[in-house]
């Protein structure tokens, strides 16, 4: 049996796997291997091999044995291609030579009553299911090219049929298997984001209490000798400082629950900050900036809450490499070079039309615009008196 796929060195191996490989099924008996590799499907279309050796009754039987031979053969590669998935391309390849190779001696054997034209479909869809998809859909275009001028050339109708068959068949399952492999992909890559996102956000809060209790503690440590160096030799301004003490931790408690809820105020800087984090976890670089206008907290909440909702439409549907942000006393502006939005209206979703309304209230403007290549949320305010 040729090698496994698994054995090739290339980064690139996953590519090299056959389409409807499963790995689940490889520990299993080699026929629930054909089962779970989509034996049921083929198994059907195995009899129409027998059409030549029923035409061939009658004939003299050496043709008749190299007819039913040559269709035996043709039926138990079809069906063997969910066998020997697990081999490496190159045998995956010489599998399907092998059938062509059959249905050429079947072509030769009856004589040219069973042409190897009529038995294409069978080469495009195993093809689809052995070799990757980059690969199989030209395999698939040719066999149908090459069967169509055939066919054109013997003025064989039937063959014609045979022919967008065969490119119906072949597309129709490739496809079908590069959706799946598609969705599977992404389903990983989710599971991979919601990992990474946690992660990120854990370390944003550890990275949040280290600053707030830092800052609290290292303040109530200092006051705290101060109050012990002031008793009994000025109890009111050691009262004052415990009384203080009191006020700190109570605050420091606060921001702790806040921050481990969550539940902090929306502002702009925090924003930018959450959003370097999800747009890390999600594989899309982050471009912030580094310096921060003075805002007043309107502002700062307005422009908060369009950062969040833009950053939140580039992870989930832009499906960009890159999203920058910068802003001013005056606007925020959001870019990504996703896909755009595409089939839809800018700024027609929901999110995005809440704050437009809440801006245009604020007595400011929402602009999205997209195209081809990214989109472009920008919130303008009128520039403070």
């Known amino acids: 049996m040729a090698g496994g796929a698994g054995e090739t060195g290339s980064t690139d191996t996953a590519d090299l796997l056959a389409p409807g490989f499963d790995p689940d099924a490889q520990e299993l008996p080699w026929w629930r291997r054909m089962i779970a590799q989509g034996v049921g499907y083929f198994a059907p279309s195995t009899v129409f091999v027998a059409i030549p050796v029923v035409f061939s009754i009658g004939q003299p039987l050496p043709r008749v044995v190299a007819v039913s031979l040559a269709s035996l053969v043709i039926g138990a590669l079809f069906i063997g291609a969910t066998l020997i998935m697990h081999w ?8 399907l030579g092998a059938m062509v190779v059959a249905i050429a001696a079947l072509g030769v054997s009856s004589t040219g009553d069973a042409r190897p034209t009529y038995f294409a479909t069978y080469v495009s869809a195993a093809g689809a299911v052995l070799i990757p998809w980059r690969r199989a859909r030209i395999l698939i275009m040719a066999v149908t090219l090459v069967v169509l001028i055939t066919a054109l050339v013997q003025r064989d109708l039937f063959g014609v049929v045979m022919a967008a068959m065969a490119l119906a068949i072949g597309l129709s399952v490739g496809l079908g298997l590069e959706t799946e492999r598609t969705r599977r992909a992404l389903r ?85 900050a959450s959003a370097r984090s999800v747009l890390a976890a999600a ?52 870019t990504d070079d996703g896909r755009g939005l595409t089939g839809r209206v800018p700024g027609s979703g929901s999110g995005l039309a809440g704050l437009r309304a809440r801006i245009e209230e604020a007595g400011g403007s929402l602009l999205v615009e997209s195209g081809g290549r990214g989109t472009t949320v920008t919130a303008r305010l009128e520039p403070v008196a």
Not at 208 to 233: P, Q
């Open 88 to 95: 490496s391309e190159r045998g995956r390849w010489g599998w």
């Open 188 to 272: 990983v890559a989710e599971e991979r984001t919601a990992v990474l996102a946690v992660t990120a956000e854990r370390e944003r809060i550890g990275r949040d209490l280290h600053d707030i209790l830092g800052h609290s503690l290292t303040t109530i440590a200092v006051k705290a000798d101060l109050a012990g160096r002031l008793v009994g030799r000025d109890d009111e301004a050691a009262r004052a400082e415990v009384d203080s003490l009191a006020t700190i931790a109570r605050q420091a408690l606060g921001d702790v629950r806040a921050t481990a809820s969550g539940m902090r105020e929306v502002r702009l800087a925090t924003e930018i």
């Open 283 to 334: 594989g899309v670089e982050a471009i912030t900036p580094s310096a921060m206008p003075l805002l007043e907290d309107g502002r700062s909440e307005l422009f908060g809450y369009v950062l969040r909702e833009a950053v939140t439409n580039v992870v989930r549907h832009a499906e960009a490499t890159t999203c920058t942000i910068t802003c001013d006393s005056e606007q925020v502006t959001i």
